[in-house]
């Protein structure tokens, strides 16, 4: 089963944003470093489409597949002991503030991941169906 990524306004601003004044630099700067800067603008801007379009989860045999444009992680759902529902504008695999933090290790830096999935609370009824090992009702 796979759950593509809740985008709120903030991050569409912040990533759009980014690519018309990457676009409106090429055009603006002298014309002697115009090649040079096109193909850096194509570049950046890809990166940020990627992500844009290419994060998603998704719900494998033995765990969670998290894509987040070229980034990506695989959580084993035996690893998982806590999903709940959070708010922030911080940002891990998520484009939205409406997330879920999925804690799956003891270090909070690197045990903790947030997504953004866009039915939240469908999305934590079935990895409570996964994960032997969680104990977080829906909040």
């Known amino acids: 089963m796979k759950y593509k ?7 569409g601003i912040l ?3 980014v690519i018309i004044i990457l676009i409106v630099s090429v055009v ?11 193909v850096i603008c194509l570049i950046a801007s890809g990166f ?16 969670l597949a998290i894509r987040f ?3 990506f992680e695989n959580v084993q759902y035996a690893k998982i002991f806590s999903a709940r529902p959070f708010k922030s504008m ?5 484009l939205s503030s409406e997330m879920i933090e999925i804690r ?17 609370d469908e999305f934590i009824i079935e990895l409570q169906k996964r994960c032997i090992n ?3 009702p829906v909040s």
């Open 5 to 11: 990524s809740a985008k709120s306004i903030g991050f």
């Open 104 to 120: 799956h290790g003891k270090n909070y830096i690197t045990g903790t991941t947030y997504i953004s999935p866009i039915n939240r």
């Open 69 to 71: 444009g070229p980034f």
């Open 48 to 63: 940020l489409l990627w992500i844009w379009y290419g994060a998603y989860y998704e719900f494998r045999e033995t765990y």
């Open 134 to 136: 969680l104990n977080q």
């Open 15 to 17: 990533f759009w944003g």
């Open 90 to 94: 911080a940002s891990s695999m998520a």
């Open 28 to 38: 603006i700067i002298p014309a002697e470093s115009r090649l040079f800067a096109a």
